[in-house]
């Protein structure tokens, strides 16, 4: 107990959280240990987790065969630059990343987290057009409630009102925003409901480089699971715009939403995707932006004869190789299943949400259980009391989510579905 006090007043004492205030932080729960999809703190007690570590430990943690990819890589090459230099865990899993995602994505470019391969899709999308004559097309066209990231490119594209992003608006670019995407999954879905991004389309096609948007699941900024048509009409759109298409799949890709890619419910192809979260199952920062050949080439074409961005950690052989034993284990299927289970685990467990007065909606799909509240919910009263409850889930605004782990059993989902609603009844 004298060493947990102790790690928690060198924390306040030293450390920044995300998203907390130095003057007034909210209270942290110190960690001990990982193991399946549970957290030990240093003081004993166990944690159901329910965020899969904002969404990317999708095997839970400890996995032998994980743990394995990382202890083998170590015993050959912990880094190297990758200017200049290549290696075999960066090929094998640009080659594994090729044959998962749509075709024809063939070019792999490899970064340290999502918010820089949204980064390096943008800058892709505005070198592809100087390489094509065409500098003056250098906006993008996004959606409404969308969120990208938290680095100054992607921040312009996330919700310019709504988001967590609008007291850095003098320093972003403008760019264009549509009506969100509806209507919801599972809806029936006609051209009237993305009208307005057609007409946005069409008026300013002759300065749009692309348009980037999250497929089927719109993440933090507003945990919307819209209808596959609508990507698909989008994707028709930018084909007869001559638009780029970019896949932000950082958030849905690996099978969060019940398949592999958010696109893949859809059946489309972005021209550029960006992948990450769950890219090493949550062991270490690693990301990827793919694009077709023709935008590769089209790149190559520019002025600079060279795509223009190389980061240090760029490729490292560590995140290479537990992304590529990550992969093989989603290779064996075994993750539909237990997606489909946690869908329907979440949506049973959920559903006594839906009588609640404070509560505005109850959605699940695949691995992704929400309770919308009316109001936003008070971040000093409902993570105590999920933590008693004996769950660790981090709600944001008016969302009360989880993305459990894929191995979570059915006893420990219902515990944590269960711990969800009481919090929420109890708070609201």
Known sequence: MDASRDLLADDRAFVWHPYSSVRDPLPVYPVASAAGNRLTLTDGRELIDGMSSWWAAIHGYAHPV????????????????????????????????????????????????????????????????????????????????????????????????????????????????APRPTP???????????AGLADLLER???????????????????????????????????????????ADEIATGFGRSGELFGCDHAGVSPDIMCVGKAMTGGYLSMAATLCTAAVADGICASEAGAFMHGPTFMANPLAAAVAEANIGLLRSGAWRDDVARLARGLAAGLAPARDRPGVADVRV?????????????DMRVIQPLLVELGVWVRPFGRLVYAMPPYLTGDDDLAVLTAAMVEAVARTT
């Not at 919801?184 to 993305?194: K, M, P, S, V």
């Not at 300065?207 to 980037?212: F, K, N, P, R, T």
């Open 66 to 177: 994980l743990d394995e990819a990382v202890r083998d890589q170590l015993g050959r090459m912990a880094h190297v630059m990758f200017g200049g230099l290549t290696h075999e865990p960066a090929v094998t899993l640009a080659r594994s990343l090729v044959e998962l995602t749509p075709a024809p994505l063939t070019k792999v470019f490899f970064s340290d987290s999502g918010s820089v391969a949204v980064e390096v899709a943008i800058k892709m999308a505005l070198q592809y057009w100087q390489g094509r004559g065409r500098p003056a097309r250098n906006r993008l066209l996004t959606v409404r409630r969308g969120y990208h990231g938290d680095t100054s490119g992607a921040m312009a594209v996330c919700d310019p009102e709504t988001g967590m992003h609008h007291l850095f608006a003098g320093l972003l670019p403008r760019q264009i925003f």
């Open 184 to 194: 919801g999954f599972g809806a029936t879905f006609t051209d009237a409901d993305i």
């Open 204 to 246: 300013h096609r002759d300065e749009l480089a692309a348009v980037i948007c999250e497929p089927v699941v719109q993440g933090t900024g507003a945990m919307n699971f819209y209808a596959p048509a609508w990507l698909s009409r989008l994707r028709e759109l930018c084909d007869a715009h001559d638009v780029l298409l970019i």
């Open 365 to 377: 799909l695949g691995a992704i259980g929400v309770i919308e509240t009316h109001e936003p919910v």
